[in-house]
Protein backbone atom coordinates (compact mmCIF):
# COMPACT_ATOMS: atom_id res chain seq x y z
CA UNK A 1 0.00 0.00 0.00
CA UNK A 2 1.36 3.54 -0.84
CA UNK A 3 1.02 6.01 2.24
CA UNK A 4 1.34 9.46 1.87
CA UNK A 5 1.85 12.32 4.36
CA UNK A 6 2.24 15.93 4.30
CA UNK A 7 2.67 19.12 6.36
CA UNK A 8 0.32 21.37 4.47
CA UNK A 9 2.02 24.56 6.60
CA UNK A 10 -0.73 25.81 8.04
CA UNK A 11 -2.99 25.12 5.18
CA UNK A 12 -1.18 26.77 1.99
CA UNK A 13 -0.97 23.51 0.55
CA UNK A 14 -4.33 21.79 0.67
CA UNK A 15 -5.10 22.92 -2.82
CA UNK A 16 -2.28 19.90 -3.87
CA UNK A 17 -3.80 17.48 -1.92
CA UNK A 18 -5.91 15.87 -4.72
CA UNK A 19 -3.46 16.01 -7.40
CA UNK A 20 -0.82 14.57 -4.68
CA UNK A 21 -3.27 11.84 -4.01
CA UNK A 22 -4.39 10.77 -7.84
CA UNK A 23 -0.53 11.03 -9.03
CA UNK A 24 0.73 8.68 -6.52
CA UNK A 25 -1.95 6.63 -6.64
CA UNK A 26 -1.97 6.76 -2.91
CA UNK A 27 -4.05 4.80 -0.49
CA UNK A 28 -4.18 6.32 2.31
CA UNK A 29 -3.30 9.95 3.20
CA UNK A 30 -2.31 11.91 6.21
CA UNK A 31 -2.17 15.16 6.84
CA UNK A 32 -0.67 17.43 9.48
CA UNK A 33 -1.58 21.56 9.47
CA UNK A 34 -4.63 21.22 7.86
CA UNK A 35 -7.43 23.45 8.14
CA UNK A 36 -9.88 20.26 9.11
CA UNK A 37 -13.06 21.99 9.40
CA UNK A 38 -12.65 23.10 5.23
CA UNK A 39 -11.77 20.04 3.97
CA UNK A 40 -13.61 17.97 1.66
CA UNK A 41 -15.31 14.93 2.71
CA UNK A 42 -13.95 12.86 -0.95
CA UNK A 43 -10.76 13.02 -2.42
CA UNK A 44 -10.83 12.27 -6.02
CA UNK A 45 -10.35 7.67 -4.87
CA UNK A 46 -9.81 8.87 -0.97
CA UNK A 47 -12.84 9.26 1.65
CA UNK A 48 -12.15 11.30 5.01
CA UNK A 49 -12.03 8.59 8.22
CA UNK A 50 -11.11 11.26 10.67
CA UNK A 51 -9.86 14.68 11.32
CA UNK A 52 -8.76 16.24 14.87
CA UNK A 53 -11.55 18.69 16.28
CA UNK A 54 -10.28 20.90 18.97
CA UNK A 55 -7.78 22.27 16.63
CA UNK A 56 -8.10 24.75 13.90
CA UNK A 57 -4.66 23.45 12.00
CA UNK A 58 -4.85 19.89 12.81
CA UNK A 59 -4.49 16.48 11.67
CA UNK A 60 -6.57 14.46 8.84
CA UNK A 61 -6.29 10.98 7.58
CA UNK A 62 -7.88 10.00 3.50
CA UNK A 63 -8.06 6.19 2.70
CA UNK A 64 -9.40 4.44 0.01
CA UNK A 65 -12.85 3.59 0.14
CA UNK A 66 -12.79 0.31 -1.50
CA UNK A 67 -9.77 -1.58 -0.30
CA UNK A 68 -10.14 0.00 3.41
CA UNK A 69 -12.99 -0.27 6.04
CA UNK A 70 -12.86 2.05 9.09
CA UNK A 71 -13.24 -0.01 12.43
CA UNK A 72 -12.10 2.83 14.80
CA UNK A 73 -10.89 6.60 14.89
CA UNK A 74 -9.57 8.46 17.55
CA UNK A 75 -7.12 12.06 18.31
CA UNK A 76 -5.60 11.77 20.81
CA UNK A 77 -3.90 14.51 23.48
CA UNK A 78 -0.15 14.33 23.88
CA UNK A 79 2.48 16.34 26.80
CA UNK A 80 2.82 20.01 25.52
CA UNK A 81 5.64 21.97 24.95
CA UNK A 82 6.04 25.74 26.35
CA UNK A 83 5.38 26.99 22.59
CA UNK A 84 1.45 25.06 22.87
CA UNK A 85 0.61 26.01 26.36
CA UNK A 86 1.84 30.25 25.85
CA UNK A 87 1.89 30.54 21.87
CA UNK A 88 -0.48 28.49 19.58
CA UNK A 89 -1.88 25.67 21.88
CA UNK A 90 -2.12 22.29 20.11
CA UNK A 91 -4.34 19.61 21.87
CA UNK A 92 -4.53 16.53 19.43
CA UNK A 93 -0.93 15.42 17.92
CA UNK A 94 -2.16 12.32 17.12
CA UNK A 95 -4.88 10.93 14.55
CA UNK A 96 -4.77 6.84 14.84
CA UNK A 97 -7.68 4.74 12.68
CA UNK A 98 -7.87 0.68 13.01
CA UNK A 99 -8.55 -0.36 9.59
CA UNK A 100 -9.70 -3.35 7.75
CA UNK A 101 -7.88 -4.28 4.83
CA UNK A 102 -10.45 -5.91 2.44
CA UNK A 103 -7.49 -7.45 0.50
CA UNK A 104 -5.61 -9.02 2.81
CA UNK A 105 -8.62 -9.82 5.18
CA UNK A 106 -6.42 -7.96 8.68
CA UNK A 107 -6.61 -5.66 11.02
CA UNK A 108 -3.92 -2.84 11.24
CA UNK A 109 -3.54 0.55 13.02
CA UNK A 110 -2.49 3.72 10.90
CA UNK A 111 -1.51 7.06 12.42
CA UNK A 112 -0.52 10.53 11.47
CA UNK A 113 1.44 12.36 14.02
CA UNK A 114 3.01 16.47 14.15
CA UNK A 115 5.36 16.26 17.26
CA UNK A 116 6.09 19.37 19.17
CA UNK A 117 7.79 22.14 17.06
CA UNK A 118 11.62 22.77 17.62
CA UNK A 119 11.56 25.23 20.28
CA UNK A 120 11.14 22.26 22.53
CA UNK A 121 13.63 19.86 23.38
CA UNK A 122 14.10 16.78 21.58
CA UNK A 123 13.33 15.00 25.04
CA UNK A 124 10.16 16.21 24.60
CA UNK A 125 9.55 14.73 20.95
CA UNK A 126 10.96 11.23 22.07
CA UNK A 127 8.54 11.33 25.04
CA UNK A 128 5.51 12.20 22.90
CA UNK A 129 6.79 9.39 20.24
CA UNK A 130 6.77 6.72 22.74
CA UNK A 131 3.31 8.08 24.26
CA UNK A 132 1.56 8.10 20.79
CA UNK A 133 2.92 4.50 19.80
CA UNK A 134 1.35 4.00 23.12
CA UNK A 135 -2.06 5.35 22.32
CA UNK A 136 -2.12 3.32 19.30
CA UNK A 137 -1.53 -0.24 20.70
CA UNK A 138 -4.84 0.46 23.24
CA UNK A 139 -6.55 1.48 19.66
CA UNK A 140 -5.37 -1.94 18.23
CA UNK A 141 -3.77 -4.35 20.56
CA UNK A 142 -1.02 -6.81 18.82
CA UNK A 143 -2.10 -5.22 15.63
CA UNK A 144 0.72 -4.11 12.92
CA UNK A 145 1.09 -0.27 13.40
CA UNK A 146 2.59 2.90 10.71
CA UNK A 147 2.44 6.04 12.11
CA UNK A 148 3.65 8.93 10.37
CA UNK A 149 4.17 12.49 9.95
CA UNK A 150 6.13 15.49 10.85
CA UNK A 151 8.33 14.23 13.77
CA UNK A 152 10.45 17.75 13.85
CA UNK A 153 13.45 15.69 14.86
CA UNK A 154 16.59 16.82 12.79
CA UNK A 155 19.44 16.03 15.03
CA UNK A 156 20.46 12.83 16.49
CA UNK A 157 17.66 10.58 15.05
CA UNK A 158 20.59 7.60 15.64
CA UNK A 159 19.55 7.49 19.60
CA UNK A 160 15.48 7.65 18.73
CA UNK A 161 16.59 4.88 16.47
CA UNK A 162 17.81 2.98 19.22
CA UNK A 163 15.20 3.27 21.01
CA UNK A 164 12.32 2.70 18.34
CA UNK A 165 14.36 -0.83 17.76
CA UNK A 166 14.61 -1.79 21.34
CA UNK A 167 10.84 -1.14 21.62
CA UNK A 168 9.94 -3.36 18.54
CA UNK A 169 9.49 -0.31 16.01
CA UNK A 170 11.37 0.62 12.81
CA UNK A 171 12.44 3.99 12.10
CA UNK A 172 12.09 4.61 8.17
CA UNK A 173 13.63 7.90 6.30
CA UNK A 174 13.44 8.78 2.90
CA UNK A 175 15.54 9.16 0.55
CA UNK A 176 15.91 12.68 0.30
CA UNK A 177 15.37 15.43 3.08
CA UNK A 178 12.03 16.97 3.74
CA UNK A 179 12.95 19.84 5.18
CA UNK A 180 15.05 22.48 3.48
CA UNK A 181 13.93 26.07 4.52
CA UNK A 182 16.52 27.09 7.26
CA UNK A 183 19.72 25.93 7.04
CA UNK A 184 21.05 25.06 10.21
CA UNK A 185 17.49 22.94 10.50
CA UNK A 186 17.86 21.26 7.20
CA UNK A 187 17.08 17.56 7.52
CA UNK A 188 14.58 14.79 7.69
CA UNK A 189 12.01 16.02 9.68
CA UNK A 190 8.84 13.90 8.23
CA UNK A 191 9.46 10.16 7.74
CA UNK A 192 7.65 6.98 9.56
CA UNK A 193 7.64 4.38 12.48
CA UNK A 194 6.32 0.81 12.05
CA UNK A 195 5.67 -2.40 13.61
CA UNK A 196 4.39 -5.55 11.92
CA UNK A 197 4.69 -4.41 8.38
CA UNK A 198 7.38 -4.44 5.63
CA UNK A 199 8.57 -1.05 4.31
CA UNK A 200 9.43 -1.41 1.34
CA UNK A 201 10.52 2.57 0.77
CA UNK A 202 10.46 5.71 1.36
CA UNK A 203 10.67 8.27 -0.96
CA UNK A 204 10.09 12.54 -0.77
CA UNK A 205 8.22 13.85 -3.28
CA UNK A 206 8.33 16.94 -5.50
CA UNK A 207 8.27 20.76 -3.37
CA UNK A 208 4.91 22.06 -3.28
CA UNK A 209 3.69 25.27 -1.28
CA UNK A 210 4.58 23.99 2.18
CA UNK A 211 7.81 24.12 3.77
CA UNK A 212 7.82 20.40 4.10
CA UNK A 213 8.17 18.13 1.32
CA UNK A 214 5.26 15.31 1.29
CA UNK A 215 6.84 11.80 1.71
CA UNK A 216 5.74 8.58 -0.24
CA UNK A 217 5.63 5.13 2.36
CA UNK A 218 5.44 1.94 0.53
CA UNK A 219 4.18 -0.66 2.81
CA UNK A 220 2.72 -4.16 2.94
CA UNK A 221 1.29 -6.17 5.78
CA UNK A 222 3.53 -9.32 6.37
CA UNK A 223 2.22 -12.35 4.73
CA UNK A 224 2.85 -13.56 8.75
CA UNK A 225 1.94 -12.56 11.69
CA UNK A 226 4.95 -10.89 12.86
CA UNK A 227 5.23 -10.20 16.71
CA UNK A 228 4.20 -6.71 17.37
CA UNK A 229 5.46 -4.42 20.64
CA UNK A 230 3.15 -5.70 23.77
Known amino acids: ?44 HLTLVHATERNRLGLAMYVRADRFESRAAHTFQLKKSLHDRV ?12 LHDLEKRRDFVAASFHAAPLTALNSLRRHQIHAALGELKQLGPGLPALMVGDYNYPVFKGRLDIEMRDHGYELSLSDKRTYTRYKMFRGHFDFATSAGLEIEGVRTLDRGLSDHLPILVSAALKDTLAPVPA
Do not use: F, W
Open 1 to 44: MKVISYNLRKNRAVAEIGALAVDHDADILCLQEAEAVALPTRLE
Open 87 to 98: LAPAHERLLGVR
